[in-house]
């Protein structure tokens, strides 16, 4: 279970984050070896409700910003307790963003993050162009990554590519289930493939489940690779 009440944070802060009831696994996302970790991905788990529940709950409530001080303060807690060093990816929604002092704390907490932490940027529930503005400085202080999650199958898209000139884009599991069968979405994955490439942004494929799926993505020059046919979330 994650604790927040020994952070530094503000009490009204504080006082919403003791409301939640959370654990965080993670998923790694591998080179193309299949063994070298790249990052890991931390994933919320409430312990009282599915994650999409909690996200929704707290929309409606107009509170998601509550969710995401504690996305960053808790995955890095977690992250820290587990030991790992490499790269943390975190998920953001594209609609909120730190305050100054929340930024100030974070980094005077846990320390130097430099280069440490990928920014995943979800596809939902809405764009605040002031929090994407916010993410890019923070990322280029900080020499942080953005990356945009589950591109081509929603809202995330070359439009949002272009607002958030990320380091990385996530292809989403729709585009990648059976890509080995599916003509149309071969042609997809490679032309986009190529032009992240030609912007020397780099891909992930994410939800391999056969490793069909994973040599054929291997096979185009796909960079990592991120699923259950290699790991599971723990």
């Known amino acids: 279970m994650i604790y927040f009440d020994h952070l530094p944070l503000n009490k009204d802060i504080l006082e919403a984050l003791g409301e939640l009831s959370i654990n965080y696994v993670f998923q790694p996302i591998f080179y193309a070896d299949k063994k070298t970790i790249f990052s890991y991905e931390a994933l919320m788990r409430p312990t009282n409700m599915s994650v999409t529940e909690l996200i929704a709950d707290y929309e409606k409530k107009d509170k998601l910003h509550v969710l995401e001080v504690a996305t960053f303060f808790g995955a890095m807690q977690a992250y820290q307790l587990r030991g790992y060093s490499e ?3 975190m998920n953001s929604f594209p609609s909120e963003s730190f305050t100054l002092e929340e930024g100030r704390i974070f980094i005077d907490y846990y320390g130097d993050i430099n280069g ?3 920014i995943e940027i979800l596809e939902y529930p809405y764009t605040v162009y002031s929090a994407v ?3 890019k400085i923070a990322a280029a202080r900080h020499n ?3 990356a945009i999650d589950d591109f081509g199958a929603g809202i995330n898209n070359m439009e949002i590519v272009d607002m958030y000139s990320p380091h990385i884009v996530k292809l989403d599991r729709e585009l990648i289930s059976f890509i080995d069968e599916d003509r149309f979405k071969q042609e ?3 032309q986009h493939v190529a032009e992240f490439h030609r912007r020397k942004i780099m891909v992930v494929a994410e939800g ?3 490793a069909q799926e994973f ?3 291997a096979k185009i020059g796909v960079d990592y690779f991120q699923g ?3 790991a599971r979330p723990a």
């Open 144 to 146: 942080l990554r953005l």
């Open 133 to 135: 503005n916010d993410k």
């Open 116 to 118: 440490l932490t990928i």
């Open 228 to 230: 259950f046919y290699l």
């Open 87 to 89: 790269k943390l990816s």
């Open 188 to 190: 997809f994955v490679k």
């Open 208 to 210: 391999i489940e056969r």
């Open 215 to 217: 040599d054929f993505l």
